[in-house]
């Protein structure tokens, strides 16, 4: 009997499975009807809140002051010199540097914003996610902070406006009136490192001259490389590399002002810059170097395998290290066949602006964004700039940039002195994480073979394009 | 004859709550007390994110922008169904599933069947041919990675001591495709092979020995003994296999990153970026929601085939 009545059954408890269902479905209701937008909350206006003019009160609570960042040597750094540092001012504080691989920095940043929670109280944005995180409301407008704590006359006004205003400005120049979200954490650009063992003491001065000593210096000497660059199709790599040539060409990247790329990256210029990269250049790399990064090139040139190379100044340490390099036993060693110059020039001297700027999250609690102001402003003096330079960081305040602590604290710090004046940088709109992939994508079809570079260029051209005019839905 | 006893007959009625037991907690009860947790986290965890994706698959919402969700109806599929960049990725996942599961069955069941005649050794060789499977698809692909370099990389080492050339495995369009696929055969293959070994060792025995009665070949044992009873379960594995593969991701994006260009772009590394490069959360939800209608659709496929099968 009573098996008779289990077999009538069915064989899940419908009523609470029903019941479950429903639950979700109104759930899914109540949640569409809320809609994904935000309400409220004073973080998610479009444009950010602002930072107080002057820094709060400080909390003489035990706290951690969290920052996140990509892994590579400058976070360690950061860590270390913060801590030791600024808790000489602030002994209840404790500096944590978080790091994720270079290649979910910006994911592991704006899926935080999305959530509107963030683990991390100062974002180091890399200064083409400015728009991005402006746009969004995720980072706090420290325009009257600014005025009321910075000695903005200290630095190169290109250098204020890269790391922090929204909108862009024009390359070289700052807009006072523009709002600034971020302060100067590390600059950065590109330097030529060369063989003086193999292609002599002096550096080339031209791009053409460049490769004409690259391809001697290659079939001088079997086993090694005539060039060594970034090509790999994460991150900005290749086409940071393919930004380079194009500005030394004399091309541009956009019309800023119409949001124009169509006619202008793939106009005569920009096709003579992708000639020069996949047909001069590429041929005078390593077979298979069509992946290489940061790391990859670093590899190739502390092995000897490389006559000239090009890199972040900012991960150069290691080159000198000979721990890390066959070209010597000791740092001298390594500097009588590895020598440091700033970009060659060709029709232009443009030069890729790097490093990135410190930014509150929107997110952070009260306490922390106050504590975030107050490191800010200790950050940015002269002395504390100095320092960070001597301990491996590259200051973005002139004084600190020609003062001996930097200059003599690495043999490429000259290099990022003299480029300071010849910086260009990339978009900063919100469109910025499209526009990168697109370009990074082509251009390492182009040098891999996938693509013709012709056909690279205009499709990059036409596929940025429609990312700025709003088609698509991001394919 | 009749027998009787002292004691009382039970009575078929339902039996009265134990002394100290809740009177509510029924069969009925107890069933749902158990399965409630188990329950609550499917529809939390799966359900209902499956739910919020198809809603916001019908807008145009974005997880980062502050404007809302928009209804747009059917336009985020159009637009993904009509897309010349979906259809590359599209190939190159089919491409890459066929290659992957046809090698790994092939390799697999080669593997078990050479495994399954052995009598000595058959477990440690079987352990041994698993540990692959029991890595993570990050480390694999990482080992690989350095594996396959070109420059420095010990394949391209062991080739150049055989007087071949370097191989551009991981950089040229056609070898980056390739290495994904035998990097995937060597973690996926040992699956294939633990399936179809289970089904080679339950083969009954007094099928070969009738056939050894009647002098059938080797191949005649194979092709009419052997594969018939194996195949359903081999099918099986297929199935798992492929569902797999159509969704890889980890691989591509350690290995190649989805380079050269976009040439090894997997479906699901094209909806990683739509959905975190440019926030389109909307598109992405869409773009997820026909991944799971054809590998659902398929599986139906698949699945009818095999009760067909099953029922000859």
């Known amino acids: 009997m009573r098996y008779a009545q289990r077999a009538g059954r069915r064989s899940l408890p419908g009523r609470p499975v029903r019941l479950a269902t ?14 994904g937008g935000d309400d409220g909350d004073g973080g998610s206006e479009a444009g950010g809140t602002k930072a107080p003019a002057t820094i709060p009160e400080l909390s003489d609570e035990p706290q951690t002051l969290s920052f ?5 040597p400058p976070a360690q750094a950061l860590e270390d010199f913060a801590n ?74 290109y250098l204020l406006a890269a790391y922090g205003q929204y909108p862009q400005a024009e390359t070289g120049q700052r807009d006072e009136d523009a709002s600034l979200y971020g302060l100067p954490l590390l600059g950065d650009t590109w330097t030529m490192i060369y063989r003086k063992d193999l292609i002599g003491d002096e550096p080339p001065e031209t791009w053409d001259e460049m490769i004409a000593a690259a391809q001697k210096c290659q079939d001088e000497n079997p086993g090694v490389s005539g060039l060594a660059f970034h090509q790999a199709n994460g991150s900005d790599a290749a086409a940071v590399t393919y930004n380079t040539v194009n500005g030394v060409y004399g091309g541009n990247l956009w019309e800023s002002a119409d949001k124009k790329i169509e006619g202008v990256i793939n106009d005569e210029a920009g096709q003579k810059a992708m000639d020069v990269l996949v047909n001069e250049m590429k041929p005078l790399t390593a077979k298979g170097s069509g992946n290489w990064f940061i790391d990859e090139v670093n590899a190739a040139v502390a092995q000897g395998k490389a006559c000239i190379a090009f890199q972040w100044i900012a991960a150069a340490g290691g080159l000198v290290d000979p721990a890390q390099s066959t070209l010597g036993t000791t740092e001298d060693e390594i500097l009588d066949k590895l020598g440091f110059a700033t970009l060659p020039s060709q029709d232009t001297d443009f030069v890729p602006l790097g490093g990135m700027g410190m930014h509150i999250s929107a997110y952070a609690p009260d306490d922390r964004q106050a504590e975030a102001l107050n490191f800010m402003k200790w950050f940015e003096q002269e002395d504390i700039q100095k320092k960070w330079a001597a301990a491996g960081g ?54 891999n073979g996938a693509k013709s570079p012709e056909d690279a260029l ?17 394919l | 004859m009749t027998t009787t006893t002292d004691r009382p007959v039970q009575e078929a009625s339902p ?104 009598t000595r050794g058959r477990g440690a060789l079987t352990t041994l041919f698993l540990v692959p499977m029991m890595l993570s698809p990050v480390v694999v ?70 056939a050894s009665i009647d002098r059938a070949s080797e191949w005649f044992r194979f092709r009419h003994i052997t594969l018939p009873m194996v195949w359903p379960l081999l099918l099986i594995a297929v199935m798992f296999r492929a569902i797999e593969a159509f969704r ?15 040439s090894t772009e997997t479906l699901s590394f094209h909806v990683y970026k739509v959905a975190f490069l440019g926030f389109n959360t909307g598109t992405a939800s869409a773009y997820g929601i026909l991944m799971v209608l054809v590998v659902i659709v398929l599986a139906q496929f698949y699945l009818r085939y095999l009760n067909k099968l099953k029922e000859g």
């Open chain 2, 141 to 210: 692909g990482l080992f690989w990675k350095f594996m396959l370099d070109a420059q420095f990389g010990v394949i391209n080492s062991m080739l150049g001591s055989l007087g071949f050339g370097q191989v551009e495995w991981l950089t040229r369009q056609r070898t980056a495709l390739f290495s994904l696929i035998v990097v995937d055969t060597w973690q996926w293959t040992p699956f294939i092979m633990l399936i179809a070994l289970a089904g080679l060792t339950a083969v009954p025995s007094y099928l070969y020995e009738a």
């Open chain 1, 22 to 35: 429903a639950a979700i479905v109104m759930a899914t209701v109540l949640a569409a009807c809320g809609g």
């Open chain 1, 68 to 72: 996140v960042w990509f892994e590579w």
């Open chain 2, 248 to 262: 890889l991701f980890d691989l591509v994006y350690i290995l190649t990153s989805g380079g050269p260009g976009v």
């Open chain 1, 84 to 157: 030791a540092e600024y808790t000489k001012e602030r002994p209840n504080v404790t500096i944590e540097v978080n790091t994720v691989p270079n290649a979910n920095w910006h994911d592991a940043m704006f899926t935080q914003f999305a959530a509107q929670q963030t683990d991390f109280d100062i974002a180091i944005l890399d200064s083409q996610h400015i728009g991005e995180a402006v746009t969004n409301g995720n980072i706090l407008d420290l325009t009257d902070f600014v005025e009321e704590n910075i000695d903005v006359d200290a630095y190169d006004p």
């Open chain 2, 15 to 118: 039996t009265p709550p134990a002394p100290g037991g809740s009177p509510r907690l029924s069969d009925r009860g107890l069933a749902v007390a158990f399965i409630s947790p188990a329950l609550l986290l499917l529809l939390g965890m799966s359900v209902f994110p499956l739910l919020w994706a198809l809603y916001l698959s019908f807008t145009d919402y974005s997880a980062t922008r502050a404007t809302g969700a928009n209804f747009v109806g059917f336009d985020n599929y159009i637009t993904i169904l009509t897309s010349s960049e979906v259809h590359t990725r599209a190939l190159t996942t089919l491409v890459y599933v066929v290659g992957a599961v046809l090698l790994q069955t092939v390799l697999g069941f080669s593997i078990a069947y050479l495994i399954s005649r052995r």
């Open chain 1, 458 to 474: 205009n499709d990059i051209a036409e596929q940025q394009q429609g990312v700025l005019d709003g088609g698509g839905g991001g």
């Open chain 1, 394 to 447: 590259v200051p973005a305040r002139t004084d600190a940039i020609q003062s001996p602590e930097f200059l003599e604290a690495g043999p490429f710090n000259q290099v990022y002195a003299d480029s300071v004046s010849r910086m260009r940088d990339m978009w900063n709109v919100p469109e910025y994480a499209q526009l990168i992939d697109i370009e990074n994508t082509n251009v390492n079809a182009a040098l």
